[in-house]
């Protein structure tokens, strides 16, 4: 698969399965109505709808951000150097991907995306649920 093939595809699912995954994450936790489904409070909602609201909005974000990256430059959404990834991409390796704080990382490098501190913050609430949800499995 050449660097060009891997863009489109890349584009493709890494939005639409980010979008998809933050719906489900939505559909778990609210009804239509963007109401807590059929729960009082917060407390009340199921663990299992919980976890996987929790897991998939996160997921969800997280594909959003490499979209963003590859976006800019396909081969960031990558570990390792852009040199690097390319090579093994042309030797018809697929590299492993980047975690949540490298793409932060990188988001704030190349195509200069910075999110507030606030912004930060419910995100790594989110990320800390998100971490406790998976090594739970």
């Given at each position: ?51 996987y ?65 606030d912004?930060l ?17």
């Amino acid at each position: 698969m050449s660097v060009e093939d891997s863009d489109s595809a890349l584009k493709l699912n890494l939005l639409d399965n980010g979008v998809d995954f933050i719906l489900k994450g939505i559909d778990e936790l609210f009804d239509s109505d963007h109401v807590l489904r059929e729960y009082s409070t917060a407390t009340d909602i199921t663990i299992s709808s919980y976890k996987y609201g929790v897991l998939h909005l996160f997921s969800g974000f997280l594909l959003l951000l490499k979209e963003r990256l590859s976006r800019h430059l396909s081969e960031l959404i990558f570990k390792g150097k852009v040199n690097e990834v390319r090579q093994k991409i042309s030797s018809g390796k697929t590299p492993n991907t980047i975690d949540f704080d490298e793409a932060l990382e990188r988001l704030e490098i190349a195509p200069k995306v910075v999110f507030s501190k606030d912004e930060l913050e419910v995100v790594r609430t989110i990320q800390a649920k998100y971490r406790t949800k998976a090594c739970k499995e």
